[in-house]
């Protein structure tokens, strides 16, 4: 389902100068996302660390209340009065006295609020709380670069054509500030999925010549009439012993627009914030995934399944690497690692590293019920602590897909503490039809880059 910024403000009834977006430009507030229904309006006051246009308003007000000595003596007062009353073995008259003051002091706070709030509001001309500022999935605000470079003035050094064209998707922007400030070193991570829908597809033969495709990615043939309801590893546990063939067809023969710019966006991100750079190709998810679905298998042809499915995924992940090492070679300031299945120090390292967050997580216990998959959906949560991993950095840059919301958030917390996942994410790019995003389009559709 395809939305835009103005669509959701209209459908929770927000007139556009009532929210923040009345700053943002045209082409910002009609571009099209895919983000389903899990845009929530929120209030400005809950987004004032994410915003230069709501940081600035919050001045106003904090120079207003530092204006007003009277206010700050009562709620000084009143600070003192509540100490009062948790100390032990006071006098019964005392205290009543005590709670007299503090209800008198209240009620003065609250008169003094209002009192300051409306002398707000005449200088602003508008109550600048009651902005309105859409949050998908109860974790990222919805932005625009603009913005985020009023906040972060190193981004006015970002080389990336068309970065301003699309909304953004924001969280901790005021951690990542922080940590700048103090000269903290920065880590970021992101980039592509290994392959998407109708990619990688498998047709399994049974012995009476009868052939089913299911699309690796989805477990399913998620783009054309399939002969059966059932998912890939339904199908290979219902009918593993009549499997007499496995045929693995890898269509992908280059990389999509997206897919190119998820690495280039890291590179040009790193650069800015001098920060350490970590790309996670998570073929060590695919083959997980992989070994789940073909379970039913008879022994002999799941391993030689299992085979092609590992060549398969490295022929993609060298593609990538080639990719990456020649993006690189613009940005040699960048310091980076890429995370692989064949680089099996840093896998180590990986699983080495995430070991006491997930033993002590009864968190991460719960996240899935899809059998055989826990280990996998893991991966992706805790792939994004990799710069914490590997250089230490506590301040984390997750660049990625919207889709990856879930996962920066899952990663957070389970991490909490330890780093500060901060979150710049931008729109899943449509393809060529308008209807699917390139992830999830036709394979005619892909439009690939050769490699």
Not at 93 to 113: D, N
Not at 243 to 252: F, W
Request: aromatic share 10%; with cysteine; net charge negative.
């Amino acid at each position: 389902m395809l939305t835009t910024i103005r669509r959701e403000l209209e459908k929770a009834a927000i007139d556009l100068q009532s929210s923040i977006y009345c700053e943002a430009p045209e082409h910002i507030l009609d571009y099209k996302l895919t983000i389903g229904d899990f845009v929530e309006p929120e209030t400005a006051d809950r987004a004032v660390e994410d915003f230069e246009v709501l940081r600035s308003y919050f001045a106003v007000q904090q120079e207003v209340y530092a204006e007003d000595e009277e206010y700050f003596e009562a709620v000084r007062n009143l600070k003192q009065i509540k100490a009062k009353l948790k100390e032990k073995g006071q006098d019964p008259q005392e205290l009543e006295k005590a709670r007299t003051q503090r209800k008198e002091l209240s009620k003065k706070i609250g008169e003094l609020t209002q009192m300051l709030e409306e002398k707000i509001e005449e200088r602003l001309g508008f109550p600048w709380k009651d902005k309105k500022v859409l949050c998908y999935k109860n974790t990222v605000f919805i932005s625009w670069l603009a913005d985020l470079k009023e906040r972060l003035e190193q981004l006015e050094d970002l080389s990336l054509p068309g970065a301003d064209k699309y909304p953004l998707f924001i969280s901790n922007i005021r951690s990542l500030e922080e940590a700048i400030g103090y000269g903290e070193q920065i880590g970021i991570v992101g980039g592509p999925c290994l392959f998407g829908i109708d990619e990688v597809i498998f047709s399994l033969t049974l012995d009476d010549g009868m052939t089913v495709r299911f699309d690796s990615c989805c477990g399913r043939r998620c783009l054309s009439e399939n002969k059966t309801q059932a998912t890939l590893e339904e199908f290979t546990c219902q009918y593993g012993a009549r499997i007499v063939k496995v045929q693995l067809d890898n269509r992908k023969t280059g990389v999509t627009k997206q897919e190119y710019d998820s690495i280039y966006n890291l590179f040009s991100f790193a650069r800015v914030f001098h920060a350490r750079c970590v790309i996670p190709l998570p073929d060590i998810s695919y083959f997980k995934y992989a070994a789940s679905d073909l379970k039913g298998l008879p022994e002999q042809l799941k391993k030689k399944s299992m085979e092609a499915f590992r060549k398969e995924c490295y022929v993609i992940s060298d593609m990538y690497l080639r990719l990456i090492e020649k993006i690189a070679e613009q940005f040699p300031e960048v310091e980076y690692c890429v995370l692989h299945d064949r680089d099996e120090k840093l896998v180590r390292l990986f699983y080495e590293k995430r070991k006491p967050y997930v033993e002590n997580s009864s968190y991460l216990q719960k996240i899935t019920n899809i059998s055989g998959k826990k280990d996998s959906v893991i991966d992706y949560i805790t792939m994004l602590a990799l710069p914490y991993y590997v250089y230490g950095t506590k301040t984390v840059i997750q660049l990625d897909s919207v889709d990856e919301t879930d996962s920066g958030r899952k990663c957070n917390k389970i991490h909490k503490g330890d780093i500060r996942l901060c979150q710049i994410l931008y729109p899943e790019y449509l393809s060529p039809d308008m209807e699917h995003t390139i992830y999830n389009a036709p394979l005619d559709f892909k439009e690939y880059i050769t490699v």
